[in-house]
């Protein structure tokens, strides 16, 4: 079995960046999605433990461009490998060769049907268009039961944050966005049938649509989302008929990839 879920210190990054951190916990804590800043016997009486049973994950930071992310890890304190242990799947998620064959088979589909061969006028009704959405918080809208608080814990400036859902670096976080993410597809395709296609890798959708359902479907599944508590990032939002996902450029038109 693995080793017991410990108390660990955090990253020099974390160290470095600690005002920035907490400055994310607070904001966090407005949104439902933390408690604190407490001393140690207050946490505890809040996850319900002794003060010897919180167990901090080390916290660190990454620069990424205009931010700076928490990473929470849980495998450095032994919590993630007791979650692994528990845990009879995995999440699959979509490649590159699954959205390129979805778009061929899309042309294939059109042309079968009677229309234009593939060489599609970009102009065309029955144009392929890729709509790409990018999910705010994603793993962080996944709440987790009480009990498993005390697993979640974080140490800021000497005192405890209690993270109370899906956090960035805890095993169980993807895992059960995953599954959310996957009902999520499955409610856009019952609601509209005329969306061709649908994709999701961790927090990035994408949705394939023909022109003439750019706004009936393409823009109400992106309002759906919203409508259901689904935050999107609208900086991240793009729709046309080049697309970049996964790191790549993909032209729906010619059903072609390219590195960005």
Known sequence: PPLP??????????IDHEDTLEQTYLEE?????????????????????????????????REE?????????????????????????????????DVVHAIQACHEC?????????NISPTSDEDIVLIKADVTKAHRRIKVVPKDWKYMTA????????????????????????????????LLYHTFPDLLWAFVYVDDFLFLVRRK????????????????????????TLIGTTNSWLGYQINSLEASVCLT
């Open 5 to 14: 879920p410990t108390d660990q210190s955090n990253y020099s990054s974390a």
């Open 29 to 61: 804590r407005d949104l439902g999605m933390t408690l604190g800043p407490f001393t140690e016997e207050q946490a505890a009486n809040v996850c319900g433990c002794k003060p010897h049973e919180l167990c901090c994950g080390a916290l660190g930071a």
């Open 65 to 97: 461009g205009d931010k700076v992310r928490t990473i929470h890890d849980g495998t450095v304190n032994n919590v993630n490998h007791h979650i692994r242990q528990h845990t009879s799947e995995k999440t699959t998620a979509p490649t590159l060769a």
């Open 110 to 118: 059109h042309t079968a049907a009677g229309g234009a061969d593939q």
């Open 155 to 186: 140490r800021i400036k000497d005192q405890v944050w209690i993270n109370t859902c899906g956090t960035y670096g805890i095993a169980s976080a993807q895992l059960y966005w995953g599954r959310m993410a996957a009902l999520l597809l499955r």
């Open 213 to 236: 359902h750019l706004h009936n479907v393409g823009v109400s599944c992106l309002l759906w989302l919203l409508s259901v508590g689904c935050p999107l990032s609208w900086k991240k």
